[in-house]
């Protein structure tokens, strides 16, 4: 999910110097998104593997 975040922040950077502005601003909105939702699932899994008490594996 994160590398679709990055996917479309590089395609609203490429969008906004080349001057589409509505793709560009749509394609940054949809990677904050993105990074939101792949940073709540990460601290999901932290604390659920927390909770489990399973440590990382060696």
Do not use: C, E, H
Not at 6 to 22: C, D, E, K, P, T
Not at 27 to 50: D, E, P, R, W
């Amino acid at each position: 999910m994160l590398y679709w975040a990055v996917v479309f922040l590089v395609i609203a950077i490429i969008a906004g110097v080349l001057g589409f502005g509505g793709i560009a601003g749509a394609a940054t909105g949809i990677a904050k998104i993105l990074f939101f939702v792949f940073l709540a699932l990460l601290v999901i899994s932290l604390l659920a593997n927390a909770f489990r008490g399973k440590g990382p594996k060696p």
